[in-house]
């Protein structure tokens, strides 16, 4: 955890949820200083000074905190983040490992699934912890080429992130604690093997929007289908949704591919009938939520084939 040279002010969003704010503390951590003066009658008579960095425990233990711990504590910490590790292979060594996480492209999802990086001399790895799952994996002799892409994360920061090719064709996004590292410990672990530089592609410059603003998203969970805050983005060929947490849009969805969009009386932070029911050509349904519904409707039956329904 490194600190932000640029001061902070406090801010006040009832649209964020607990869910993003847990999030962030798992998987980033958060520093918090507090000055506190405790008066009565204009008389301070008190004054607290709090210094706390608040993380998920394996996040601490890699940042070398709680070091004032007991030897008896912090080892059951530490077997306790043991427990999770990656189940390795017989006679496999692990390499490295790091957190990190897996860029999730398939179906309506796209974005971020935080774990733990793990690289061995025969594998390369995203664990996450819980619920324990391998969010992805690949031979080290499936690599073909890697390299360090600059991303421009929600917040503005721009971070190296780790494009992997594969030889089947296909090209996965990592993100790494070390992105630098991680890198050059692949194209070790390759050694006698080239590993090709992936061509840098420039981003495609953005279409300006028929209608963007805030929305909510009933975005599908293992748990079942949890309403998020963020902002929508409606353009001539796709509707985009992104958290404030998120560095990539959980929904990129093609208006070619939105059959109908209605309105349904269901509960929603939006209040009751603000919730857009959008159907698509693989017969999925998407729940959005809008303080002006009516707008979100009538641009996205304008923006492509949709059939009206109700």
Same mark, same amino acid.
Request: negative net charge; aromatic residues 4%.
């Given at each position: 955890?490194?600190?932000?040279?640029?001061?902070?002010?406090?801010?006040?969003?009832?649209?964020?949820?607990?869910?993003?704010?847990?999030?962030?503390?798992?998987?980033?951590?958060?520093?918090?200083?507090?000055?506190?003066?405790?008066?009565?009658?204009?008389?301070?008579?008190?004054?607290?000074?709090?210094?706390?960095?608040?993380?998920?425990?394996?996040?601490?233990?890699?940042?070398?905190?709680?070091?004032?711990?007991?030897?008896?504590?912090?080892?059951?910490?530490?077997?306790?983040?043991?427990?999770?590790?990656?189940?390795?292979?017989?006679?496999?060594?692990?390499?490295?490992?790091?957190?990190?996480?897996?860029?999730?492209?398939?179906?309506?999802?796209?974005?971020?699934?935080?774990?733990?990086?793990?690289?061995?001399?025969?594998?390369?790895?995203?664990?996450?912890?819980?619920?324990?799952?391998?969010?992805?994996?690949?031979?080290?002799?499936?690599? /073909? &080429? +890697? !390299?360090?892409? @600059?991303?421009?994360?929600?917040? #503005? %920061?721009?971070?190296?992130?780790?494009?992997?090719?594969? =030889?089947?064709?296909?090209?996965?996004?990592?993100?790494?604690?070390?992105?630098?590292?991680?890198?050059?410990?692949?194209?070790?672990?390759?050694?006698?093997?080239?590993?090709?530089?992936?061509?840098?592609?420039?981003?495609?410059?953005?279409?300006?929007?028929?209608?963007?603003?805030?929305?909510?998203?009933?975005?599908?969970?293992?748990?079942?289908?949890?309403?998020?805050?963020?902002?929508?983005?409606?353009?001539?060929?796709?509707?985009?949704?992104?958290?404030?947490?998120?560095?990539?849009?959980?929904?990129?969805?093609?208006?070619?591919?939105? /059959? &109908? +969009? !209605?309105?349904? @009386?269901?509960?929603?932070?939006? #209040? %009751?009938?603000?919730?857009?029911?959008?159907?698509?050509? =693989?017969?999925?349904?998407?729940?959005?939520?809008?303080?002006?519904?009516?707008?979100?409707?009538?641009?996205?039956?304008?923006?492509?084939?949709?059939?009206?329904?109700?």
């Amino acid at each position: 955890m490194t600190a932000d040279p640029a001061p902070m002010r406090p801010t006040r969003d009832p649209r964020v949820t607990l869910d993003d704010l847990l999030e962030v503390l798992l998987n980033k951590g958060a520093v918090l200083h507090l000055d506190l003066i405790v008066a009565v009658a204009d008389i301070p008579l008190i004054g607290v000074s709090l210094r706390a960095a608040v993380a998920g425990m394996e996040t601490m233990l890699e940042h070398g905190m709680m070091r004032h711990w007991d030897e008896e504590t912090r080892a059951w910490a530490e077997r306790s983040v043991a427990r999770r590790a990656l189940e390795l292979e017989e006679g496999e060594n692990v390499v490295c490992r790091m957190s990190g996480g897996h860029l999730l492209t398939e179906g309506l999802y796209h974005g971020w699934r935080p774990g733990t990086v793990y690289l061995t001399d025969r594998r390369l790895v995203v664990l996450r912890d819980e619920p324990r799952e391998i969010l992805w994996q690949t031979g080290l002799d499936a690599v /073909t &080429a +890697v !390299r360090l892409a @600059p991303e421009r994360t929600v917040g #503005g %920061e721009e971070r190296l992130r780790l494009d992997v090719a594969l =030889a089947d064709g296909g090209q996965e996004r990592l993100s790494a604690r070390e992105p630098g590292e991680l890198h050059a410990l692949i194209t070790e672990a390759c050694a006698g093997r080239p590993v090709a530089a992936l061509p840098f592609t420039p981003p495609a410059e953005e279409e300006p929007p028929s209608v963007e603003g805030h929305l909510w998203y009933h975005e599908p969970r293992r748990g079942g289908p949890l309403w998020r805050g963020g902002r929508g983005r409606l353009t001539a060929d796709r509707l985009i949704w992104k958290s404030p947490v998120d560095s990539r849009p959980a929904l990129v969805l093609s208006t070619a591919d939105i /059959t &109908a +969009v !209605r309105r349904v @009386p269901a509960y929603s932070p939006a #209040g %009751e009938d603000g919730v857009l029911a959008v159907r698509t050509t =693989a017969g999925d349904e998407v729940r959005l939520a809008a303080d002006d519904p009516a707008a979100w409707t009538e641009r996205l039956r304008a923006a492509g084939p949709v059939a009206a329904a109700g």
